[in-house]
């Protein structure tokens, strides 16, 4: 699939994507092209992140988690040079605006919200499989949650349903939930059940101007990045 010459293609997961959008204008002065964010979606639909690179669709770069990152690799869809881990996210929750604060602090209490939820919203991403394949069962409450438990998918956010008043209670990356309107008490998840996750930029195998995709991963890698980074709700790793 071609590409406009002055067009910098950007494929990025929903827990980069804010951060992303306040460097877009130092991406663009840096490689002196239109930056152009194709998705921020890695999702299960038609227009999710995987399925974009299974047709060809063109990206130069690619912003995922990075276990995501070392599959897209291994399919031959991102290049293994200059493939490098960006920032660090931990998941949270969140529940509908004007909603009490359910004052989770331990694994007793998120387990006793879970169990008191009406519905409980996740994504298709890393905090979604570890949600459904992880947390529930360590906290013995699968069976209970699971049944009543929500994949939001197709690129939407779990907050941006809460907000609706679907769901009461969700899970997503903190750098996902707080740009979203509606909903309140923005939680990390208590401590001894914390799943911290790398996000990692790497070229990709069909970018037209490789050298330009080095130097946009090396300034996402960057201390000049940083603010940004840490204002979205990530860790910089810089």
Known sequence: MSTAANEFRVMTSGAFTAAYKTLI?????LTGKTVVTVTTSIGTGD??????????????????ADGVLRQFIADGYVL????????RSMMGFAVRAGTPD??????????????????????ASESGKYY??????????????????????SGERVGSVIARGELDFGFQQISELLPVQGIAHITPLPP??????????????????????RKVIDFLA?????????????????
């Open 80 to 87: 293994a040079d200059n493939a490098t881990i960006i920032a």
């Open 192 to 213: 001894e059940l914390q799943k911290v996750s790398s996000f990692m930029a790497g070229i990709g195998a069909n970018s037209p101007d490789k050298a330009a995709a």
């Open 25 to 29: 204008p130092q991406l663009e002065k």
């Open 132 to 153: 459904t394949t992880v947390l529930a069962q360590q906290l013995g409450i699968a069976d209970q949650v699971l049944p009543k438990s929500r994949l939001v998918g």
């Open 102 to 123: 359910p004052k989770i602090r331990t694994a007793a209490d998120l387990r006793k919200a879970l169990l008191a939820a009406k519905g409980i919203g996740y994504s």
């Open 222 to 238: 960057s201390a000049e990045a940083s603010p940004a980074i840490t204002d979205s709700g990530l860790e910089p790793l810089a």
């Open 47 to 64: 227009t999710s992140i995987p399925n974009r690179l299974k047709r060809g669709e063109v990206a130069d770069i690619v912003i995922v």
